[in-house]
């Protein structure tokens, strides 16, 4: 009866959220409300002094922008923290940003979506720093788990559910049943790895450098896994390696598969791995309800297609695939009894690491 007293007076007094932490985009899901933040994973920190000067959309705006004593840095790396005070900073931040304005006195109760397969390590910093950002309660859900809830798969059933997650720093392929992942693979090759790609073949064939930006615009663009009718071009400007002066090109739609080629090919194979593990029953529900497609990689251009091709299985990019994980942690807030086995151990209950 005071258990649940309390907890309606922390739902009246704090925020639900849930996190999608991803290497490229964090997004943010208030109970109640659906998802009001999505944002770069980019802090732009001050040297001199040591204090954050900017998050999300203006702190990716300085990337290759900054002066020297102002740093534009990403504090995940493939899915993991390499920075645990900048992530601090940046969770910190989120959480202040959706509670600016209400009367909020409690810290927030926190679903945060991490890849598949983390360590224990890695799954306490993220729990650690989520908590030391004013969050009274965290957990931890994998971003596949999250993905199929958001997608509404029916994961609690004995049902073989398939998910492939192209984030941004890694690639998350799982079959799901009965509340768990039975097989999984996280490939550190995602939409990052995409744009160096890109730079690196603009470096080798045209001699010209490229920063992120423009690769990921050429990406968005002109980027696909296979042939269409049409060919598609677009203009890169860069710095020319041989004289150091700006240069252009023009780069077409055959450059750009050329350069995605070998990690298109990975995330092929590591599918590949996954369904020849799977158990028999569950690859027959695989072959008859497909396989879902989430995550900013889902839209490049004809990935659906190859993967179906290779397969011979049903493909489907999610709607809104973007938002596929944090639409799921939202529906864990929402009813976290019935989601509670899908969640990581809690860092309390996890064994003690010598």
Do not use: C, W
């Not at 920190?45 to 998050?55: D, L």
């Not at 663009?221 to 860069?238: D, H, Q, Y």
């Amino acid at each position: 009866m005071f258990k649940d007293q309390l907890e309606r007076l922390y739902h009246l007094f704090s925020h639900d959220l849930g996190i999608d932490l991803g290497t490229a985009n964090t997004l943010v899901y208030v109970r109640g409300q659906g998802i009001v933040i999505n944002e770069p994973s980019v802090v732009a920190i001050n040297q001199k002094t040591g204090t954050v000067v900017a998050v999300g959309n203006q702190a990716k705006a300085m990337l290759g922008r900054t002066p020297q004593h102002i740093n534009a840095i990403r504090p995940l790396i493939e899915g993991v923290i390499s920075d645990f005070e900048v992530t601090e900073e940046m969770i910190a931040y989120l959480i202040n940003k959706v509670q600016q304005g209400s009367h909020r006195f409690v810290g927030p109760r926190v679903v945060v979506g991490v890849p598949s397969g983390v360590t224990n390590v890695e799954s306490r910093a993220v729990r650690d720093a989520t908590r030391n950002s004013g969050a009274r309660e965290v957990h931890i859900v994998e971003q596949p788990m999250a993905a199929a809830i958001g997608i509404r798969l029916p994961i609690k059933e004995p049902i073989g559910s398939m998910v492939i997650d192209i984030g941004g720093g890694t690639t998350d392929i799982a079959v799901i049943s009965l509340g768990g992942i039975v097989r999984s693979k996280n490939l550190k090759i995602a939409g990052d790895h995409f744009n160096n790609d890109i730079i690196a073949y603009i470096r080798n064939e045209f001699k010209i450098l490229i920063g992120e930006k423009t690769a990921e615009h050429v990406k968005i663009s002109i980027g696909s896994a296979m042939p269409f009718g049409s060919s598609l071009e677009t203009v890169v400007k860069g710095r020319d390696l041989v004289t150091g002066l700006p240069r252009e090109v023009i780069i077409t739609d055959a450059d750009v598969r050329e350069a995605l080629a070998q990690s298109v090919d990975s995330i092929v194979e590591a599918t590949r791995e996954v369904l020849e593990t799977t158990p028999p029953e569950l690859i027959s529900d695989v072959m008859q309800r497909g396989i879902h497609l989430v995550g900013g990689g889902a839209l490049l251009k004809g990935i659906a297609p190859l993967l179906e091709q290779s397969f011979r299985i049903p493909i489907y990019v999610a709607d809104d695939p973007l938002t596929a994980v944090a639409r799921g942690a939202g529906i864990i807030l929402e009813d976290m009894e019935r989601f509670k086995e899908t969640l990581i151990q809690h860092e309390e209950d996890l064994p003690f690491q010598k």
